[in-house]
């Protein structure tokens, strides 16, 4: 499955942004989705991760309460609406696809990723 991130920008602290994550392939509507970030100079971390069919969601304690994963299987995307953004939410944001199992905060279980999308939050 090919993955395409679009959304991000600059923004000021406290201030909102919709991430986006198109998906190619028959698939994705099987697939368990995660977003992940890498800031300058850090590892990637995990951000949030969805299931197949969106029941289940989990989020990475920085972000719990301010961000929300979500997706649409008949148009194979997945977004994070990401609210009360903070200046260390700075990052590439990159949008992760299993092959097999549930939602994971474990980056080697992706088997897919995007090129990842901007997000630059301003204090």
């Known amino acids: 499955v090919q993955l395409v991130e679009s959304g991000g920008g600059l923004v000021q602290a406290g201030g909102s942004l919709s991430l986006s994550c198109a998906a190619s392939?028959?698939?994705?509507?099987?697939?368990?989705m995660g977003w992940f970030r890498q800031a300058p100079g850090k590892e990637r971390e995990f951000v949030a991760s969805?299931?197949?069919?969106?029941?289940?969601?989990y989020y990475s304690d920085s972000v719990k309460g301010r961000f929300t994963i979500s997706r649409n299987n008949a148009k194979n995307t997945v977004n994070l609406e990401m609210n009360s953004l903070k200046p260390e939410d700075t990052a590439v944001y990159y949008c992760?696809?299993?092959?097999?199992?549930?939602?994971?905060?474990?980056?080697?279980?992706?088997?897919?990723w995007g090129k990842g999308t901007q997000v630059t939050v301003s204090s």
């Open positions: 969805i299931s197949w069919s969106g029941y289940s969601t």
């Open positions: 392939g028959r698939t994705f509507s099987s697939r368990a």
């Open positions: 992760a696809a299993r092959d097999l199992g549930g939602p994971s905060f474990e980056l080697k279980e992706y088997t897919s």
